[in-house]
């Protein structure tokens, strides 16, 4: 059943196809994590300021993670209409949700403004971010995926995934500049919103990319061949592959909650802990950030020549040990220290990461490849990534000590490492024979 419209099945060379799937997810995540650093540095002060700073904090993280809480959603409709009408169209209509509720937030009056109405529409918006967000990450990774070669599927389809920490870089950099040119009382009261309303510009550009490039080889193969497309391709995902939902599920549990704890649960550790300078927080997350976006493919290059289970179970376990010294290292208020820890745990991270998007993709049909692969990756984060941060400043908040955050990111970490050991390995598979 060949689509009509034969000019979006024109091939595209795949370094496009990388350079298209990598602006675009480093555009959504630069919104995703814009709001990550806010909710750490300035929300508590702008939408919850009649609380104590850590209970502040901690209510400015609970609209965080409902960002993480639409995900699936996200990723089950835009599976469903992913693999019924294609790729590249859901992830357009991803990129276009997600800059209109990032810049909708730069123009948002504060509590101070119109009370209890405004951290409301904060969690409105949140919520879109976290469904537009819950479909992009399964397009862009099969998007490439599925154009580019069994030999070299995990270097290539790791590219959008260092989107996430250029995203991040991006945003942790924007972030950095107004907080090091203004004053706080200026950042405070309006320079905040100039990252947040440059989502329009950007969204553009990513838009006028994405749209240059075809649809998925393999997904018009399959359109080709079928008599028609899944009618529910979620019910399909859960009868025929629930082993791989939790293989899935399971690599993904150490690799999303570390990541919130080092990127976003850090700031306010590095702030209110070691007592650092918010300029200096976000420089370390910058530095750490610029070396995990080359660790990521050349750790997925990796899991093509050696396979993506010792690689990623070496991260799991490797970070699972090194969350012990993190914090330490963390809390000196040395910052070539502090600098190193999220260096460090970052390219642990990285080992993970960077297999990440094929050994998932290689776990699923073409035809039920979209709304697998997003599930899998999607669901997790409701108990994993949306919630580390709170778990983390309720433990120490309880505690006084980081001794047990460490020990919760070291046995998610784990079960992300024994998951990787248990699954079967995928390398060089060819995504055609997986039925």
Known sequence: ??????????????????????????????????????????????????????????????????????????????????????????????????????????????????????????????????????GEWGGAVLLVAEHGDAKRRGFWASWPQAGVPAGNLLAAGVLAILASTLSDADFLAWGWRIPFLLSVVLVAIGWWIRNRVAESPAFRAVLEEAEAPPKAPALDVLRERPRAL?????????ENISYYIITAFSLTW??????????????????????????????????????????????????ALFSFLFFNMLGSGDMALTVAAITIALVLHGAMYGPQAAFIAELFPTRIRYSGASIAYQLTSIVAGSLAPLIAIYLYKETGSATPVAIYVAAACLVSGVTALLARETKGIDLASIR
Not at 22 to 44: P, R
Not at 93 to 106: D, E, P, Q, Y
Not at 295 to 305: G, Q
């Open 1 to 134: 059943m060949a689509n009509p419209q034969t000019a979006e099945w024109t091939p595209t060379p795949l370094r496009r196809v990388v350079m298209a799937s990598l602006i675009g997810t480093t555009i959504e995540w630069y919104d995703f994590f814009l709001y990550g650093a806010a909710a750490a540095l300035i929300f508590n002060k702008l939408f919850f300021p009649d609380y104590d700073p850590w209970v502040g904090t901690l209510l400015a993280f609970a609209t965080y993670a409902l960002g993480f809480v639409a995900r699936p959603v996200g990723g089950i409709v835009f599976g469903h209409y992913g693999d019924r009408i294609g790729r590249k169209r859901l992830l357009m209509l991803s990129l276009v949700l997600m800059g209109a509720a990032t810049a909708l937030i730069g123009l948002l009056p504060t509590y101070g403004r119109i009370g209890i109405a405004a951290p409301l529409l904060l969690i409105l918006l949140r919520l879109v971010q976290g469904f537009a967000v819950g």
């Open 246 to 254: 939790l293989t899935g599920a399971g690599l993904r549990l150490g």
């Open 270 to 319: 590095m702030t209110e802990v070691a007592k650092l300078t918010r300029s200096q927080a976000l420089d370390a997350i910058l530095i750490g950030g610029a070396v995990h976006f080359f660790a990521i493919p050349l750790l997925a290059r990796l899991s093509d020549r050696i396979g993506r289970r010792p690689v990623y179970a070496f991260g799991g376990f490797g970070l």
